[in-house]
Every structure is written in C-alpha cells, then in structure tokens.
C-alpha cells in the first residue's frame, strides 16, 4: 500500500517556525515529485511548494517566497518542508502528495492525511 504520513505541525506563536515530515511507505520516494500544499481558512488547497524527481522547486505561491523551504532526504525517503516567520494566514491544514508525473497539481496521486499547523499567539 503506498502511503504518505504527514508530521511536524502544531501550535507556533507568529514569527515562529516548524518544519513538517512527509514520510513514504510502500514506495521510495526518490523517483516521484513532491507536492506540499494546504488549506486554510476560506479557500481551496492551494499549492505551496513542490519538488521534482531531480529536485527542482517550484514555489507555488509567491507569497511564500524566502519563508518556505522544501527539500528531500532519499535515504530517509521523507521530504521536508521547513516554515520560518509564519503568520497567522498560514494556518491551516497541510498536506503532502506525489506523483510520477504530475508537479504541483491538486491531482497528484497520493496524499497523506494532513498535518494541522495553528499560528497564533
């Protein structure tokens, strides 16, 4: 069974940081690109960033931009995304998938169940 498994999230008072875990079993991840992405209050999952097969990035929300991180660890099969000054907005839940072929689209094929990340003081 190919699984993805979200950790990291919690509460953070703003202008803090987390780093959230997508761990995979039943596949290695190395040869899938990786998408996080999130929901927050009074919109649609959107994408945040995501991450191909040979490692490019692709930020999805120039918002983000210089707050967000992604990167990947093949040999613990697990991609990171790593959150530093969050605000309040970020809050929401967040998400990891991955496809072979699809980058950065809300139908990638797998998804993990989602991580809750709450900023607030």
């Known amino acids: 069974q190919l699984q993805l498994v979200e950790s990291g999230g919690g509460l953070v008072q703003p202008g803090g940081s987390l780093r959230l875990s997508c761990a995979a079993s039943?596949?290695?991840?190395?040869?899938?690109?990786i998408g996080w992405f999130r929901r927050v209050l009074g919109k649609e999952r959107e994408g945040v960033l995501c991450?191909?097969?040979?490692?490019?990035?692709?930020n999805y929300l120039d918002s983000e931009k210089g707050r967000f991180t992604i990167s990947r660890d093949n040999a613990k099969n697990t991609v990171y995304l790593q959150m530093n000054n969050l605000k309040p907005e970020d809050t929401g839940i967040y998400y990891c998938?991955?496809?072979?072929?699809?980058?950065?689209?809300?139908?990638?094929?797998?998804w993990g169940q989602g991580t809750q990340v709450t900023v607030s003081s």
């Open positions: 998938a991955a496809d072979r072929i699809r980058l950065c689209r809300t139908t990638m094929r797998i």
């Open positions: 039943g596949f290695t991840l190395d040869v899938y690109n």
């Open positions: 991450i191909s097969s040979s490692g490019d990035v692709t």
